[in-house]
């Protein structure tokens, strides 16, 4: 029989490790949800599917290996979330980059890279991105895809800014002092409703449960 550990548990159902006969794989549960979330946590196992089906065989994200209604079955990834990782590798930095404009190559934006759990620090040492429940994948990379991709980008440079400041290039700084125009209009308009509805209502806090968070690889 296999051994499962519950990594996350929340409104929007379970996150699973399960060790088995071929090896441990994450399993994302929707069918768990609340009933008044269940439509939800649907959708949005069907974009992270979505995602990871656009992604297939590239290094550094997981590998889809099964999408149902309720449940998402993706490869594990071993390593450690950012957040706890720490690093101040410069060339972890530059790798995830490089990671990321594949992403943006292969049509896919991430849209949740600001979450540190959300960025895993392999054994090996390279970068790797994981929770693509918010991912979007188009086919047309039009104006509001490459708003997207840059605020990706930025994302991954207020990292880099935490952890290695000195290390940042002029480009670099001037992309972080320059908000997108969708940048800014978030930050006036959704994102005091968005925190308003995690923080007091659904009781998140942007790190809570960061740990089983980075867990869920």
């Given at each position: 029989?296999?051994d499962?550990?519950?990594?996350?548990?929340?409104?929007f159902?379970?996150?699973?490790?399960r060790?088995?006969?071929?090896?441990?794989?994450?399993?994302?549960?929707?069918?768990?949800?609340?009933?008044?979330?269940?439509?939800?946590?649907?959708?949005?196992?069907?974009?992270?599917?979505k995602?990871?089906?656009?992604?297939?065989?590239?290094?550094g994200?997981?590998?889809?290996?099964?999408?149902?209604?309720?449940?998402?079955?993706?490869?594990?990834?071993?390593?450690?979330p950012?957040?706890?990782?720490?690093?101040?590798?410069?060339?972890?930095?530059?790798?995830?980059?490089?990671?990321?404009?594949?992403?943006?190559?292969?049509?896919?934006?991430h849209?949740d890279?600001?979450?540190?759990?959300?960025?895993?620090?392999?054994?090996?040492?390279?970068?790797?991105?994981?929770?693509?429940?918010?991912?979007?994948?188009t086919?047309r990379?039009?104006?509001?895809?490459?708003?997207?991709?840059?605020?990706d980008?930025?994302?991954?440079?207020?990292?880099?800014?935490?952890?290695?400041?000195d290390?940042?290039?002029?480009?670099e700084?001037a992309?972080?002092?320059?908000?997108?125009?969708?940048?800014?209009?978030?930050?006036?308009?959704v994102?005091?409703?968005y925190f308003?509805?995690?923080?007091?209502?659904?009781?998140?806090?942007?790190?809570?449960?960061?740990?089983?968070?980075?867990?869920?690889?």
């Open positions: 029989m296999d499962e550990q519950i990594l996350k548990c929340d409104l159902g379970e996150v699973v490790l060790h088995g006969a071929q090896g441990p794989v994450i399993v994302r549960n929707a069918g768990s949800a609340r009933w008044w979330l269940r439509w939800l946590a649907r959708y949005l196992l069907g974009r992270e599917a995602a990871l089906a656009a992604l297939d065989g590239m290094d994200v997981p590998q889809l290996l099964q999408h149902e209604r309720d449940t998402l079955f993706r490869s594990y990834l071993a390593g450690k950012l957040h706890e990782a720490k690093t101040e590798d410069l060339l972890w930095f530059k790798a995830a980059a490089r990671l990321l404009r594949r992403l943006h190559g292969a049509g896919v934006c849209n890279l600001a979450k540190e759990p959300n960025l895993l620090v392999l054994d090996d040492g390279s970068p790797a991105f994981i929770d693509f429940q918010l991912a979007w994948h086919a990379r039009g104006r509001l895809f490459r708003g997207a991709a840059r605020e980008i930025r994302h991954l440079l207020k990292h880099k800014r935490s952890y290695c400041p290390r940042l290039t002029q480009r700084r992309i972080l002092a320059n908000p997108s125009p969708m940048s800014r209009v978030w930050a006036r308009t994102k005091p409703m308003f509805i995690t923080r007091r209502i659904l009781g998140w806090a942007d790190r809570e449960g960061a740990a089983d968070r980075g867990s869920t690889r």
